[in-house]
């Protein structure tokens, strides 16, 4: 559920829930993988904003 949430652009919520799972146990796996994918693509974002919207469209066509 996290990694859908983050693939729909809803970053601080992703974050959010990524933080919690690790506040939990800050040795699972998914959620240590998730949260390098999410600063991997707030990075991504800062360097290229339409970048957002290409994703968005790659979910809404079902390529993920």
Known sequence: ???LILL??????????LKKSLDI???YTPAII???MLDA???KIKRDPGCLAEI?????MGHF
């Open 1 to 3: 559920m996290r990694a």
């Open 8 to 17: 729909k652009g809803e970053l601080e919520e992703a974050e959010k829930h």
């Open 25 to 27: 146990d800050p040795s």
């Open 34 to 36: 998730n949260y390098q």
């Open 41 to 43: 693509m707030k990075e």
């Open 56 to 60: 968005k469209d790659k979910l809404v």
